[in-house]
């Protein structure tokens, strides 16, 4: 009688724990202390060493086009996400200027805008259906946010035919990413 209490206590003990397992587990992550920003990325995935570009840039090891990246830009002194705009707004402005500027042969679609608060910061949230050049399909999701004087751009990108697969983890690592 006793082994089946032990027995019975050790089973319900390891259902409560495996319940208890992170939904972002199979992530890892990545802090930025100088520039104040912090963001999951899936395991497996490494840095690429760029020049004159993003803050930072990861992908995936296999899959060496899907990738995360982070960019910083100035804004006037003062400026609040909101006083650029709506989440349409800036959305629309940042297809424009960053994820398919003119003369890039790209095209882009904003499918969703949204707006979410953490704390303090409001974080604007954007979906993108991206054409390049050589007609493949893409899908990137985006948080914006601004933080001391900065306007912080953290992009998640993988090829269309991905994206059902990574929808879930995408999502959670574009609302992990916080400034602060």
Same mark, same amino acid.
């Given at each position: ?12 003990l390891s ?22 920003y912090e ?16 803050? &930072?840039? $990861?992908?995936?090891?296999? +899959? =060496?086009?899907?990738?995360? @990246?982070v960019v !910083? /830009? ?55 259906? &991206?054409? $390049?050049?050589?007609?493949? +399909? =893409?899908?990137?999701?985006? @948080?914006?946010? !601004? /933080? ?33």
């Amino acid at each position: 009688m006793l082994k089946r209490l032990t027995v019975l206590l050790l089973v319900v003990l390891s259902l409560s724990l495996a319940g208890c397992a992170s939904a972002a587990s199979g992530l890892k992550s990545y802090v930025d202390s100088i520039d104040g920003y912090e963001f999951l990325y899936p395991n497996g995935w490494l840095p690429v060493k760029v020049s004159n570009g993003p803050d &930072v840039v $990861l992908h995936d090891l296999i +899959e =060496r086009t899907e990738n995360v @990246s982070v960019v !910083i /830009s100035s804004v006037p002194a003062g400026k609040t996400l909101t006083e650029l705009g709506t989440p349409g707004e800036v959305g629309y402005k940042l297809a424009k200027s960053a994820i398919a500027p003119p003369d890039s042969g790209r095209e882009a679609e904003l499918v969703n805008a949204e707006a979410r608060q953490s704390g303090a910061k409001t974080y604007y949230t954007l979906e993108y259906a &991206v054409k $390049l050049p050589n007609q493949q +399909e =893409r899908h990137n999701l985006a @948080s914006v946010a !601004i /933080s001391r004087g900065k306007l912080f751009t953290f992009n998640a990108s993988t090829p269309e035919r991905r994206w059902l697969k990574v929808q879930q983890v995408f999502e959670q690592v574009v609302n992990s990413f916080s400034v602060y």
